[in-house]
């Protein structure tokens, strides 16, 4: 009995050694910065939120042109290394890298010059570096051949339609800071994009159905290499994917349908497989025509509340904003005279805001726009909502539920909304 005793002690002794390794793994980074005088590096998680990177971002500084600093990592995901000037400058590209026990050597240039950078040291590191020369060798060649295509079209004004022209023509006419009225510009320069009517009949012919084709030949080659090379430097090139393209590109999704379990199997536990399996579920379930997603979120008070207390019988706009986000804000107002207009006819607005900190500027928000319906809040992604939705960029989402919370509507304009809402409440 002792002799078991000592085992399980030892056995626990043992897992905590190994368990605070992990928690306390450090990656050494030096570097040298070549032909330009930047002063300060930031390291971001690729899966963290711009926003929330920005309130507390670690910061590098860069001493004559050398950097030094021990980074503390407890799970192997993909960093970002930004310029911090390149950010204030709003124009930035990062240099990825994955961490690892051990030293990781950098030479970084000027942005221009990005594909000089080298990151060495470390396996994943080398893997991805080996992705990314064997897809430059295949498919870059033809890409820059269209590139000048296009650039040839844009200089004899033959890429784009007039029409789609004029709209960026009538968006330098309005006053700086008029969101509401860019907001239905985007949506038509959007719609223009979706439809093909942004290009002319020779952009089509001569860069867009070829770059098409080209793009479904490299996702092809891309994800029988994933399948082939199952590790987490290609994890994160499925995981990126999934986050920026799968949502409008149908082919895509289904590649990562079918890949996706391989790696779910052999990381279960890491936040890509979280984060995945969100979207996914956000991708698939928030469709027209299926039941709402019923989720957590925290009131204004700080409790929690499920979002199926708030829905009842009435036709409901889901609206998931932020007190930061512009356009979301621009959106609701083209909204709030149809909610004035039909609210006492069965017409109801639940807003869900992703916020980050306190909940200071989101209150100081509702009442400035005057928003009396219900709002709930998730604080600093605690409950991933907007990931849970398929959400995976800066301005928020609409989703219209009927009087039996199916999804009649994602993200309809005032007019579309306005016609719908005739329609149900009949």
Known sequence: MRYLIQIFFLFLVLNESVFAQKLNS?????????????????IRKSTQDLRAFLENPIKIPIHKGVFNYKLP?????????????????????????????????????????????????????????????????????????????????????????ESYLQIFKDMRLLKQGDHEGRVPLYQKSD?????????????????????????????DWKYKYITSNISLSTYYLLWADVMRVAKDNRIVAQYIREVFPLFQKKFPLHIYTKSIVNQLNGLQKVALGNPYLDVKAFTLEGDTMQLSKAIGGKVTLINFWGSWCGPCIAKMRLIMPLYEKYKNQGFEIVGIAREFQNLTAVKNRIKMEDYSWLNLVDLD????????????????????????????AIDPKADELEALLGKLLL
């Open 26 to 42: 450090i990656c050494v980074l030096t570097g040298i910065v070549k032909n330009r005088n930047s002063d300060t590096l930031y």
């Open 73 to 161: 990592f407890s799970e192997t995901e993909a960093l970002e290394l930004i310029f911090q000037d390149e950010l204030e400058n709003g124009s930035w590209r990062p240099i990825l890298f994955f961490p690892f026990q051990g030293s990781l050597q950098f030479e970084l240039y000027p942005q221009k010059d990005w594909d000089s950078n080298k990151v060495i040291g470390g396996e994943l590191n080398k893997s991805y570096a080996l992705y990314r020369s064997i897809n430059q060798f295949k498919f870059q060649s033809a890409k820059n051949q269209l590139y000048q295509t296009r650039d040839s079209l844009i200089r004899v004004n033959a890429f784009e339609t």
């Open 191 to 219: 719609e223009m994009e979706k439809t093909g009517s942004r290009y002319t009949d020779l952009a089509k012919q001569y860069y867009v159905n070829p770059l098409d084709s080209l793009m479904r030949e490299e996702f």
């Open 381 to 408: 992604d605690k409950l991933n909502l907007w990931n849970k939705y398929g959400i995976n960029n800066g301005v928020g989402m609409f989703v219209v539920l009927d009087q039996q919370r199916k999804i009649v």
